[in-house]
Nanobody, 125 residues
Framework: QLQVVESGGGLVQPGGSLRLSCAAS????????IGWFRQAPGKEREGVAC????????HYGQFVKGRFTISRNNALNTAYLQINPLQPEDTAVYYC??????????????????WGQGTQVIVSS
């Protein structure tokens, strides 16, 4: 199974920043496109961003508006999601996963092969 471990979440004031990490376990990350997702309280999980196997292609959800940056370091078997500046509506559990297909413009409909436990992000003053 393609296991991942998300980390880096926390309680942050509006306008702050976070870098979330997605560490692969038991598989080589660079064989797969990676996606970040989030699930806010009372809402369905939604796609946030994706990155291709080499890192040369990235796509973002329409709500991102330039505040999110996805990246990866295949040598470290880890992907990242930088969020700056954070807004209260970014409060959610963030998940990552190896995608079932390529990274494409259809971020809202991408799906992962498996999920980690997620990392909680709370944006509040």
């Amino acid at each position: 199974q393609l296991q991942v471990v998300e980390s880096g979440g926390g309680l942050v004031q509006p306008g702050g920043s976070l870098r979330l990490s997605c560490a692969a376990s038991g598989f080589t990350l660079d064989y797969y496109a990676i996606g970040w997702f989030r699930q806010a309280p009372g809402k369905e999980r939604e796609g946030v961003a994706c990155i291709s196997e080499s890192g040369s292609i990235t796509h973002y959800g329409q709500f991102v508006k330039g505040r999110f940056t996805i990246s990866r370091n295949n040598a470290l078997n880890t992907a990242y999601l930088q969020i700056n500046p954070l807004q209260p509506e970014d409060t959610a559990v963030y998940y990552c996963g190896a995608l079932r297909g390529p990274c494409s413009v259809y971020v809202s409909t991408m799906s992962a092969r498996s999920w980690g436990q997620g990392t909680q992000v709370i944006v509040s003053s």
